[in-house]
């Protein structure tokens, strides 16, 4: 089926949905396929709101470079990064500091190949396939290495990604690791997918929980408490902690967005 898609890269299934095209769709972009839109609309059906839960994660993800940015980081590693859309890290980053330096890392051969094209050019934002359960893959490949300097301050953002991490790949051990190879004053940012606060509404996201089950890439909802001990005692949490995304310095522009509670997000800073 590929070949009715000239900018398809060989070996993509456009038969199963995806979790970075079905976010894609979400966010309103281009780059999916019929079983993505199709699982979306179900997705949506049996929760409605998933919407705003996706719009919410991505507003959370460029307010929280903005403060890094602001709090002088100057490195960014985006694992799980997606395909390019609105608001894309080099372009908070690069905003705030044209210099700033930007490795993106995504499992998804069509996010890395969009990324790769959207980023030809720029010297300092570059892309790779990439496996987070394979932190060492990432750390120790070259392109990594030739752009992001480890002997000083890096923010390695893992947003709306871990909730595709099961507990057998220990996604603590990987974080972990990730930490290990950071300078103190770096950074882990993310998001995670979290429970409902009602009965009604953990029925409606089991139905989701449900579907993606059907996927390569099934959802782990995790609590604030479980979210907190993946990231572990090496990093402290900056205020207000892990955190609804809607509630994390929030923007003054954004005060009217229906409160997330599901879409848990958390920042912290290696000790
Ligand atoms: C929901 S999207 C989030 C995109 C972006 N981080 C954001 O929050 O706007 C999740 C992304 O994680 C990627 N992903 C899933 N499992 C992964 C893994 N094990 N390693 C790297 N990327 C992964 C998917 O391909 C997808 O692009």
Do not use: C
């Not at 970075?20 to 966010?27: K, N, P, Q, T």
């Not at 372009?91 to 890395?112: L, T």
């Not at 790949?169 to 429970?195: E, F, Q, T």
């Not at 990231?231 to 509630?247: K, Q, Y």
């Amino acid at each position: 089926m590929a070949e009715d898609y000239g900018w398809v890269p060989d070996g993509v299934d456009i038969t199963v949905p995806d979790a970075s095209r079905v976010y894609d769709y979400a966010l309103g972009g281009v780059h999916n396929f019929t079983v993505d839109r199709e699982f979306w609309h179900r997705a949506e059906a049996a929760f409605p709101g998933a919407a705003l839960i996706a719009r919410a994660n991505r507003a959370f993800l460029g307010r929280a470079v903005r403060w890094l940015a602001g709090a002088g980081v100057r490195q960014f590693l985006d694992i799980g990064s997606g395909i390019p859309t609105l608001g894309n890290v080099h372009e908070v980053a690069q905003e705030a500091s044209p210099d700033a330096r930007v490795m993106y890392v995504d499992i998804d051969p069509i996010a890395v190949q969009q990324s790769r094209s959207l980023l030809d050019g720029n010297p300092y934002a570059h892309v790779i396939e990439g496996d987070l359960r394979d932190p060492e893959g990432i750390l120790y490949h070259p392109d990594v290495l030739r752009l992001i300097d480890f002997s000083e301050p890096v923010a390695v953002l893992t947003v709306a990604v871990l909730h595709f991490v099961p507990d057998s790949a220990d996604p603590a051990g990987i974080l972990k690791r990730l930490g290990d190879s950071l300078v103190s004053g770096s950074y882990l940012v993310l998001s995670h997918a979290g429970p409902e606060p009602t009965p009604e509404g953990r029925e409606a996201q089991e139905r989701v929980r449900k579907l993606y089950e059907r996927t390569p890439t099934p959802v782990i909802i995790r609590g604030p408490e479980q979210i907190a001990a993946l990231i572990g005692d090496d990093f402290e949490l900056v205020p207000p902690g892990v955190a609804s995304a809607t509630d994390w310095h929030p923007d003054p522009d954004e005060a009217d967005d229906p409160p997330q509670p599901t879409a848990l997000v958390a920042v912290a800073r290696k000790r």
